[in-house]
């Protein structure tokens, strides 16, 4: 047996009992994948749960891909014919690769799943008014999750408004200058307007009550003030004093960001606002969201570049995929390194370091990890 036929196999006796936890089966489009290529070939069409059930544990793919478009006819071909009828909005998150690749660490897992967090909590929710019963979010079964928006309101969505969501998200063009303003007497003066006055004005700024990215930019502010102020010390050096911090902090919360008397404001509010983390255009696949031809992982399918599984995300504080991802059993194999590997946590439980052509027997979920990654072969 070589590793394929080892992975099929396994592959093959999870599937045997797989429920695709997906609404409209027969309007979705398939696609399967091996090794070589994730989406080997599209054009696939299931009348059924049980259906694509049988068939999964027939052909046993590495790679199911399913589409967020609804169709009329999903098979038909070229892309026209399938009646296009609606689809879900989708958000794909993956951590960046650094040195860890190609496997994952404890701390990409966490920062991509607190920006999965971010896009949930800090902008679908508030900003485009989705609620948490219309969402829902899986582990990628590899690096990120994806956030799958099921509402009627976002079916009929084209590419472009799409795109202006994912700009928005992206934070595009976004001019923080535009957040603050002047007053004198009641009267709003803009930039321009203030810089010809030469009577005393009341510098003003977004409060943290706000909506969009002037809120977020305000709160955003305050965390640091509260958090980390040495990160403000740019700002101005009264900031060093608890009690101008405070005055600093409760200005913001009012609306004065002039409180403690900053000079040079817009252009050191600037260089904040550049910094901070209110925004995710490189975790995004933009290509995702706004293509709603695009097939993405089935929803608890096996990923075969790892052989966890894309799990729900129920709750999604306590989530560890490491462990909660794993769905293999514990049961003996016997591997060989293929090339260096570092030391891994899975399901509770610490592998390696390993050296290069090692000969290890480790638990199946791992060694299907490490064969999926191309880290091993069978011994």
């Not at 999870?14 to 489009?29: F, G, L, T, W």
Request: proline share 6%.
């Amino acid at each position: 047996m070589n590793e394929m036929q080892f992975l099929q196999s396994r592959f093959g006796e999870y599937y045997k009992s797989y429920q695709p936890p997906i609404a409209h089966v027969e309007q979705r489009e398939f696609g399967f994948g091996g090794w070589e290529k994730k989406i080997e070939f599209r054009h696939l069409a299931f009348k059924s749960p049980d259906e694509l059930r049988q068939r999964l544990a027939r052909e046993k793919p590495l790679y199911v891909s399913y589409s967020a478009a609804y169709y009329e006819f999903p098979d038909a071909r070229p892309m026209p014919k399938k009646n296009w009828l609606g689809a879900d909005l989708i958000f794909d998150l993956d951590a960046e690769l650094h040195s860890c690749a190609p496997f994952i660490c404890p701390e990409c897992l966490e920062k991509i799943k607190a920006q999965t967090l971010k896009l949930v909590e800090d902008f679908l929710i508030p900003d485009f008014g989705f609620s948490k019963s219309e969402m829902i979010i899986n582990f990628s079964g590899n690096r990120g999750y994806h956030v799958h928006v099921h509402s009627p309101a976002v079916y009929s969505l084209g590419r472009d408004e799409r795109r202006e969501i994912v700009n928005y998200i992206a934070g595009a063009n976004l001019d923080v200058v535009s957040f603050f303003g002047y007053e004198r007497d009641g009267q709003y003066m803009g930039p321009i307007e203030a810089e010809k006055s030469k009577a005393s004005l009341r510098f003003f700024g977004p409060m943290p009550t706000d909506g969009g990215y002037a809120g977020k930019f305000a709160r955003e502010m305050i965390r640091r003030a509260r958090e980390n102020p040495e990160s403000l010390k740019e700002i101005s050096t009264k900031l060093k004093k608890p009690a101008e911090l405070e005055k600093f902090i409760s200005g913001i919360e009012r609306g004065n960001w002039d409180a403690i008397g900053i000079s040079k404001r817009e252009e050191k509010f600037k260089a904040i606002f550049d910094s901070v983390a209110v925004r995710l255009p490189e975790h995004v696949d933009a290509n995702v969201t706004f293509d709603t031809s695009k097939l993405l992982r089935l929803p608890k399918s096996i990923h075969g570049g790892t052989g966890m599984a894309c799990v729900l995300v129920n709750d999604f504080a306590a989530f560890d995929p490491m462990r909660d991802a794993v769905v293999f059993g514990g049961q003996p194999v016997s591997v060989k390194t293929v090339q260096q590997v570092p030391a891994i946590e899975m399901k509770n439980q610490s592998f390696g370091p390993y050296a290069d052509s090692q000969t290890i027997s480790v638990p199946e979920f791992f060694a299907i990890y490490l064969i999926c990654k191309r880290a091993a072969v069978l011994a």
